[in-house]
């Protein structure tokens, strides 16, 4: 799976996890991460660990629920089971997606 795909892939699942909080709450975080963090909804996937960090300053502790929406649909979108490790963070789960795709990947052009 291309970098490019992946990263679209991560978008969505983010888009469909913020979702769950309504369209408008939707709207109105990537507003703020923009406005506030400098960070675009396009550059998430560059930056996961930055994306997380963001959530926590306008969520506190209510960003964990919120990275969890959208890691449950990445792996769903990817057809992987998300599981709960201890001592993991939003940027760890996103790498370790990447990691399974690329394994895959390069299995299946065997």
Do not use: T, W
């Not at 709450?25 to 506030?36: A, G, M, R, T």
């Not at 675009?40 to 660990?49: G, Q």
């Not at 960003?63 to 959208?70: D, P």
């Amino acid at each position: 799976m291309g970098k490019y795909k992946f990263e679209c892939l991560l978008i969505k699942a983010v888009d469909e996890g913020l979702e769950c909080l309504g369209s408008s709450v939707k709207c109105s975080i990537y507003f703020h991460l923009e406005n506030s963090f400098g960070l675009k909804k396009d550059e998430i996937p560059k930056k996961p660990k930055d994306f997380s960090q963001n959530l926590e300053a306008l969520f506190k502790d209510g960003s964990n629920y919120i990275e969890k929406l959208i890691l449950k649909r990445l792996y769903e979108n990817v057809g992987l089971e998300f599981k709960y490790r201890e001592n993991y963070g939003f940027a760890d789960y996103v790498d370790e997606v990447k990691r399974l795709l690329a394994r895959k990947e390069s299995k299946r052009k065997r």
